[in-house]
């Protein structure tokens, strides 16, 4: 795989090596895998349809990893299996649409987590009555309702957030 700074041949190159860089950063920041982002960048900057051993040329990717970051980003919604050609080949486009990004993050990233960031503060809440020391049990109570608010806020964001983006 070409890095964003080599010197790639053809302006297009590197055009998608900018666009591919790019998607690299943005999964990094959410804490996705790499293979995500890479493989959803090049399909972004490509015109055309790519079956999957397109996208194992281009990125130097093993069968498993395009197989398992197509999946997943399927199921975000951010790659879509297109017809293209008259063969039997699967082809996959990347759904350029943001509210469908972002909704499908939310849907299968963040509301899990966040459910799951529930059951464990009620857990904590229960292992409260455990904690003897006084002065370390109304720390400890601070800090799970603070965790609670937070938690929320963000279940109060979320579904503004989907509205505003259409979803």
Do not use: C
């Amino acid at each position: 795989m070409m890095n964003a700074d080599d010197n790639p041949s053809t302006e297009a190159e590197m055009i998608d090596d900018r666009i591919l860089s790019f998607f690299q950063d943005g999964v990094r920041m959410i804490g996705l895998p790499k293979s995500l982002g890479e493989i959803y960048g090049v399909l972004y900057a490509s015109p055309k349809p790519m079956t999957m051993q397109d996208l194992i040329n281009r990125l130097g990717i093993s069968k498993g990893s395009a197989s398992q970051g197509l999946k997943m980003l399927r199921t975000l919604g951010a790659v879509r299996q297109v017809d293209y050609r008259d063969d039997r080949k699967t082809y996959f486009e990347a759904d350029v649409e943001l509210k469908k990004l972002v909704g499908g993050f939310i849907r299968e990233e963040i509301r899990p987590h966040l459910k799951s960031g529930q059951d464990k503060l009620a857990r904590l809440e229960r292992e409260l009555d455990k904690v003897d020391d006084p002065e370390l049990k109304a720390f400890y109570e601070e800090r799970i309702q603070r965790l609670g608010r937070w938690s929320g806020k963000a279940n109060l964001v979320l579904p503004l957030l989907q509205k505003f983006l259409g979803e």
